[in-house]
């Protein structure tokens, strides 16, 4: 089953934050990856799959503007509803696996938790790596979180491709630098051990 509006639009409907497979009560993981980015509080961030996470709220007082895109319409209304001051943030509803409209500004930092492994096809991860490498800048920072290659295979009730760390250089290309990499036990709010892998890129060239 591939990855849509309609079936993120009928999960985000049906089911209460804390009933998600992915939800974390806290994103101090991510975050302690996102705190070691110099000038953060300068920063333009990109989250290509923000959906009602946490993570958007503790990022809002962390740098200076959020770019939070979902494929779902359902989550973005969700989050909009929730940010009360939403002068530092931008809402985009829009599948990450076609190209970016041109009005998405350059960003500084790119924040993907658990959002990639959902694309399948290879023109779909291609299309997503097209979009990071046009709008991450030079000396901008990648962060990815997704399932490492002996994690569940199926996640919301769609088939995942996971990713090994060596599988992630080779797609982000020369152009992006490993800084740091970290094998990360997330248990679920079902209580089911999902590994993942962390890896931090920056952008040298």
């Known amino acids: 089953m591939k ?34 980015i110099p000038r953060l509080n300068e920063a333009m961030v990109f989250l290509p799959g923000a959906g009602t996470s946490i993570l958007v709220h503790e990022l809002i007082y962390q740098c200076r503007h959020l770019v939070l895109n979902d494929i779902s319409d359902i989550a973005i209304q969700r989050l909009k509803e929730k940010i009360k001051d939403q002068r530092k943030i ?4 829009h599948d990450i696996s076609t190209p970016l409209p041109e009005n998405i500004p350059m960003v500084d930092v790119w924040i993907d938790r658990a959002v990639l492994h959902f694309l399948l096809e290879e023109c779909e991860i291609e299309e997503y790596f097209r979009n990071l490498c046009s709008r991450v800048k030079v000396g901008g920072y990648v962060l990815f979180a997704e399932f490492a290659p002996d994690s569940a295979s199926m996640c919301a009730g769609l088939e995942l491709h ?29 209580g089911d051990r999902r590994p993942y892998i962390y890896i931090l890129f920056k952008r040298s060239k």
């Open 3 to 36: 990855s849509t509006n309609e079936h993120w639009n009928s999960i985000f409907t049906g089911k209460e934050d804390h009933e998600l497979g992915w939800y974390e009560e806290d994103a101090s993981q991510t975050l302690k990856f996102v705190r070691t």
């Open 162 to 190: 996971r990713y090994s760390v060596e599988e992630m250089v080779e797609r982000v290309g020369v152009d992006f630098v490993l800084i740091e990499q970290e094998r990360y036990n997330f248990i679920n709010p079902f």
């Open 90 to 93: 931008t809402l985009l509803h």
